[in-house]
């Protein structure tokens, strides 16, 4: 007999007697007497998300700044070009790593700086010395201040991670308001 | 394998909490750290709509998942291994580090990084791989700081609580070198100088796992730093060793033990790094480990899963919030303990993981006042199960002199006329117990070392009911 099938035996016998419910004080039960999963109402009680967009970046921006990040809502490309030439200029970025998105590379290529892209694999010293990693996401957290990506959105694991410096460019329309909301979208 | 001669546990407990407790400036340390702590953690959860609904869900999730525990297992199974995860099943630590091992020389390995995993404690993962040859390096800071010291982690989530910054640049500056000031931004950045070209060039990357999808066969990693991040994005190999009852049913799941585990662990309302591996490298991505291992660790745990008084302590999330508030853990820290699992929970499953009889000590070291239960963000009854660890072990081997002592108790409370001369001998015997107090010719000296007993009354309740009823009449 494998380990899993005696791991699992030991577990199959075990689950035979019936444990007490939460919060029965002890009575045993079989199954919980709802069939909705109990997460269900998660948002009746987690912290609250406002209901229209400007509230809901304004909790963004608020949990962003607890968690150290630095948020900008910019108007137009022009503005976020400036944005990120401030940013390099003050950090002295010499070479920045990248993704191939559409928004991403119009970021990366308006610094006039050499750019590493990730998408068809990279040296990973080559990765180490980039200064800034810029990427797109998949979505803007507003309950947690949070930002979603997936390595397929985001040129791999490394990218949005390895670089000291990581910049998140992303459209005005991807704020979701909470996590239920970021878990369906994944 | 350790030897333990009868008793050896709980005298070094007693030695080591003694120790402790006399050190206060340790205690001030560390009373200062959990109050900033609590100060945290009770903003967060005033921001929930209703903290005590999560709680009851969280609960009854968890109650799902664990006596569901062997479909749950199946599903995540084989979902990981339709994307060419290999799962391994390891039902002691011993088979764990054998796996572990093995795969390190199947890949001619000689660097593993690792990022924090209290079962690879718990298995002693690391002096394994050391004696074995290999080069073992925690990218956990925290994790790093203990691994210099050659100490044990001193909690589950902060493992190098009990360190001043001025100790931790001593440190720095004799092991690596190299410390230009004890800010904790400077002393970071030391350690992540140092941990930088580890990754790179390290062969296997080791993780724990706080939380397994069973509906998508998915582990998740929860951390501030990004070690763990970066140990999954490097290194050609991953491994993730996780006990099984990590297992949570569905995705949507992780939306409330997300941010329960970060308010209730670290005051925070949500950690920096959340991030769900569903396989190893797919075909088109530009990275991540060709192989991916996941070992699925039992080490007993399906032991305390045929107690279904005490099921519910596989619940626990190792959130540490029962650590943070123990009256206990404040004052005798961390290491006093002597095992992987501190605090309340601890207390109560050590027991079942390391044997009744050598940790039943551990459930004594409480005052009961049930700030675990109350702190606990799926409702474990820790209090009460330290009663039922008390229970067992009295049941599974008696302790003589105390069934004694309670006959003799019972046969002179039964007895008005023994019960009266009782009374008479307490009057004529406490000054002279008082002059033997805690002195070795005192018979109850365990007990009166540091208790004080108040002088009997004069005129026992008796004796003034029957002198009123005369006066009244």
């Known amino acids: 007999m494998s380990e899993r099938e005696k791991i699992l035996g030991r577990i199959r016998e075990a689950l035979q007697v019936k444990a007490p419910l939460p919060g029965s004080h002890g009575d045993a039960g079989d199954h919980l007497p709802s069939t909705a999963p109990p997460v269900a109402h998660a948002r009746d009680w987690l912290p609250l998300v406002g209901t229209t967009p400007e509230e809901q970046f304004e909790l963004f921006a608020k949990n962003c700044a607890d968690l150290k990040a630095d948020f900008q809502l910019l108007a137009s490309r022009d503005e976020l070009k400036a944005a990120l030439a401030k940013i390099r200029d003050a950090e002295k970025w010499q070479t920045v790593a990248s993704h191939d998105g559409e928004l991403s590379n119009f970021a990366s290529q308006s610094l006039g700086l050499p750019v590493l892209l990730t998408d068809k694999g990279y040296d990973v010293q080559a990765l180490e010395k980039c200064d800034a990693g810029i990427t797109e996401c998949d979505a803007l957290v507003a309950q947690t201040g949070g930002v979603a990506v997936t390595s397929r959105s985001t040129g791999g694991r490394a990218l949005s991670v390895l670089p000291p410096h990581h910049v998140v460019v992303a459209r005005r329309e991807q ?8 878990f369906a979208f994944l | 394998m350790v030897k333990n001669l009868m008793g050896t546990f709980v005298t070094d407990f007693k030695e080591r909490a003694t120790a402790k407790t006399g050190d206060l400036r340790h205690r001030q340390f560390i009373r200062t750290a959990l109050r900033g702590y609590e100060t945290a953690r009770d903003r967060r959860k005033g921001a929930f709509q209703s903290w005590e609904s999560a709680r009851q869900a969280a609960a009854e999730t968890k109650w799902q998942a664990i006596n569901h525990l062997d479909e749950h297992l199946v599903s995540l199974t084989s979902k990981l291994e339709a994307r060419g995860t290999k799962v391994h099943w390891a039902s002691n630590g011993a088979q764990a580090r054998e796996i572990i091992t ?8 000689k660097c593993i990084i690792k990022s924090k995993a209290m079962t690879s404690e718990e298995i002693h993962l690391n002096h394994a791989l050391e004696e074995a040859g290999f080069i073992v390096v925690e990218s956990d800071l925290g994790e790093f700081i203990v691994q210099l010291r050659h100490e044990a982690p001193y909690h589950i989530v902060f493992p190098s609580m009990h360190l001043q910054r001025g100790e931790i640049r001593e440190l720095f500056q004799r092991e690596l070198g190299d ?28 993780t724990g796992g706080n939380f397994a999808i069973a509906e998508t066969g998915m582990i998740s990693i929860t951390e501030n730093e990004g070690n763990s991040r970066l140990t999954s994005a490097l290194p050609k190999t991953m491994i993730t060793l996780m006990g099984i009852e990590k297992v949570l049913p569905r995705f949507a799941d992780l939306a409330l033990f ?21 396989g190893p490298r797919q075909p088109g991505e530009p990275d991540g480990p060709e192989e991916w291992h996941v070992i699925l660790l039992d080490n007993r745990r399906t032991e305390l899963l045929a107690d279904p008084e005490q099921r519910d302590a596989l619940h626990c999330i190792r959130c540490g919030a029962c650590l943070n508030v123990c009256p206990i853990f404040r004052n005798v820290g961390g290491h006093t303990y002597g095992t992987t699992y501190s605090g309340p929970v601890g207390s109560v499953i050590t027991p079942h993981l390391r044997g009744l009889q050598d940790w039943k000590h551990l459930s004594n070291a409480s005052t009961l006042c049930g700030a675990c239960t109350e702190a606990c963000p799926v409702k474990i009854d820790l209090h009460h199960h330290l009663l039922q660890n008390r229970r067992n072990a009295s049941a599974s081997k008696p302790a003589i002199s105390e069934r004694l002592a309670y006959k003799m108790f019972g046969v002179v409370a039964n007895e008005p006329m023994l019960w009266s001369a009782a009374k008479k001998m307490g009057w004529l015997t406490q000054p002279l117990q008082k002059m033997v107090k805690g002195s070795a010719l005192d018979p109850a000296k365990a007990w009166t070392k540091t208790r004080d007993l108040p002088p009997l009354p004069q005129e026992s309740f008796k004796d003034w009911w029957r002198n009123r009823k005369r006066t009244k009449s």
Not at chain 2, 102 to 109: C, G, N, T
Not at chain 2, 179 to 206: C, N, W
């Open chain 1, 175 to 182: 704020l979701v308001a909470d996590l239920p909301a970021a």
């Open chain 2, 102 to 109: 093995q795969i390190l020389r199947d890949k001619k390995a």
């Open chain 2, 179 to 206: 410390a230009p000031s004890d800010t904790p931004e400077d002393l970071t950045m030391v350690a992540r100088r140092v941990m930088r070209q580890k990754y790179i060039q390290a062969d296997v990357g080791f």
């Open chain 2, 258 to 278: 997300l941010p329960m585990l970060a308010t209730a662990g670290a005051g925070q309302p949500m950690t920096c790094y959340n991030t769900m591996y569903s």
